[in-house]
């Protein structure tokens, strides 16, 4: 997986924590975390938003044809994944070009096109909420 990555801390680490120590590997709670946050990244992708829910820049392509901005051909929507190694979750998208609409910044042939950052990975509130619960399921 190329491009973006996100460390997690906060208030669902502890929690993980106990699950390792309880069942030795944590690999099917961060499964079901992973497969949430999919969901989550396809479901902005439709609604144009960043993790935090505010609308991207809608790009010039999406106004030419009446679309949605970065779903032209659903290639990097598509190529949302999750993979679980151990006590390691691993989100992101699988397209070498994920990163440059994340983050925005110059491209093209002589960096002459400016992108804007277009947000895609990422865990806000709603996200932290989820996540929380899914821990929760498995503690109980």
Not at 14 to 24: D, E, K, V, W
Not at 68 to 84: E, M, P
């Amino acid at each position: 997986m190329a491009g973006v990555f996100i460390h997690i801390t906060g208030n669902a680490l502890p929690r993980l924590t106990q699950i390792a120590n309880t069942s030795g590997e944590p690999a099917d709670v961060l499964d079901d975390i992973g497969a949430f946050l999919d969901m989550d990244v396809t479901t902005r992708f439709l609604r144009e938003v960043t993790p935090e829910g505010r609308k991207w820049e809608q790009s010039q392509a999406a106004k030419d044809r009446g679309g949605l901005t970065l779903t032209d051909d659903r290639n990097l929507a598509g190529s949302i994944t999750h993979n679980v190694n151990g006590n390691t979750l691993e989100h992101g998208l699988g397209e070498k070009y994920a990163a440059i609409h994340h983050f925005g910044g110059e491209t093209g042939r002589n960096k002459s096109v400016t992108l804007p950052a277009r947000p895609i990975l990422g865990i806000a509130a709603v996200q932290e909420t989820e996540i929380n619960d899914i821990i929760a399921d498995w503690l109980i």
